[in-house]
Antibody, heavy 117, light 107 residues
Framework: QVQLVQSGAEVKKPGASVKVSCKTS????????LHWVRRAPGQGLEWLGI????????YYAQKFQGRVTMTRDTSASTVYMELSSLRSEDSAVYYC??????????WGQGTSVIVSS | EKVMTQSPATLSVSPGERATLSCRAS??????LAWYQQKPGQAPRLLIY???TRATGIPVRFSGSGSETEFTLTISSLQSEDFAVYSC?????????FGRGTRLEIK
């Protein structure tokens, strides 16, 4: 079945970077865009950006431009999201999610990122 | 960007009763609106897409309506497993934007 499996929880210090992976399976990797979304404690869901697995093209939310980088490894059917210059407000659960004609239909299990000194 | 506003922030309803949740867009999003349910420690679950189409496996007690700027999610008879946070999102244009969510709690 279609699955998105993310890497494990991370604890980082302010100013550091974090890289989260999202391994896809059960469908053709290049067929659907993948997005990254996060939810900070007590906050709503927040969209970070999108990657086209077919050609690697990306589009980032303005808020994160300059700090976020999304990449993909087609041989591993995996996408990555790296967020740099971390601050406490970046503490959140990060999700990858697939976009189809049914909006975001499949989600990864989430990766907790804690930023603390 | 298109701002999505959900109301109320918290809704207290008794099991078996009807719940009505609202989502308003600052500009038209046509019918490009989806609803998600999220429980603690779980990923969001797609309920409704294209404003009114139930996703696969979603019970018929969940229904969506609306277009342009005004949308509603209705849960006709609340079950215990329905108490969660509900979020709307628009995918009419990038950046994709979410509402802040409505917490549906047991009365």
């Amino acid at each position: 079945q279609v699955q998105l499996v993310q890497s494990g929880a991370e604890v980082k210090k302010p100013g550091a970077s974090v890289k989260v992976s999202c391994k896809t399976s059960g469908y053709t990797f290049s067929s659907f865009y993948l997005h990254w979304v996060r939810r900070a404690p007590g906050q709503g869901l927040e969209w970070l950006g999108i990657i086209n697995p077919s050609n690697g093209d990306t589009y980032y939310a303005q808020k994160f431009q300059g700090r976020v980088t999304m990449t993909r490894d087609t041989s591993a059917s995996t996408v990555y999201m790296e967020l740099s210059s971390l601050r406490s407000e970046d503490s959140a659960v990060y999700y990858c999610t697939r976009f189809t004609s049914q909006a975001f239909d499949i989600w990864g299990q989430g990766t907790s990122v804690i930023v603390s000194s | 960007e298109k701002v999505m506003t959900q109301s109320p922030a918290t809704l207290s309803v008794s099991p078996g009763e009807r719940a009505t949740l609202s989502c308003r867009a600052s500009q038209s999003v046509s019918h490009k609106l989806a609803w998600y349910q999220q429980k603690p420690g779980q990923a969001p679950r797609l309920l409704i897409y294209d404003a009114s189409t139930r996703a696969t496996g979603i019970p018929v007690r969940f229904s969506g309506s609306g277009s342009e700027t005004e949308f509603t999610l209705t849960i006709s008879s609340l079950q215990s497993e329905d108490f969660a946070v509900y979020s709307c999102l628009q995918y009419d244009e990038w950046p994709i934007t979410f509402g802040r969510g409505t917490r549906l709690e047991i009365k």
